[in-house]
Nanobody
Framework: QVQLVESGGGWVQPGGSLKLSCAASGRTSVGYTMAWFRQAAGKGREIVASIPAWGSSEMYIADSVKGRFGIARDNAKNMVYLQMNSLKPEDTAVYYC??????????WGQGTQVTVSS
């Protein structure tokens, strides 16, 4: 089992920045692909970014956030981060950290709310 706990969400004005953190514990998450998903009210869950177990050559960033968001991981600390810049109201959502393999995400955090409004 891998336990994931997100932090860093909150309220920010449009154009602002937030950095989300995801702490993994339990069975090591080092071998898993880590990802951030989000779900806005009344909408389905969508993937925002993912980063493979080792290296960043196959990192994925959704077109809707490309150039504004970045994903990083620190395997020594079992941490994954989502840096969010130039935030827009449409980025408002609950953001989830997930761990998995081959596109299947088996482990999920409880989510952290991000609200972008003036």
């Amino acid at each position: 089992q891998v336990q994931l706990v997100e932090s860093g969400g909150g309220w920010v004005q449009p154009g602002g920045s937030l950095k989300l953190s995801c702490a993994a514990s339990g069975r090591t998450s080092v071998g898993y692909t880590m990802a951030w998903f989000r779900q806005a009210a009344g909408k389905g869950r969508e993937i925002v970014a993912s980063i493979p177990a080792w290296g960043s050559s196959e990192m994925y960033i959704a077109d809707s956030v490309k150039g504004r968001f970045g994903i990083a991981r620190d395997n020594a600390k079992n941490m994954v981060y989502l840096q969010m810049n130039s935030l827009k109201p449409e980025d408002t959502a609950v953001y989830y950290c997930a761990a998995g393999e081959d596109g299947e995400y088996e482990y999920w955090g409880q989510g952290t709310q991000v609200t972008v409004s003036s």
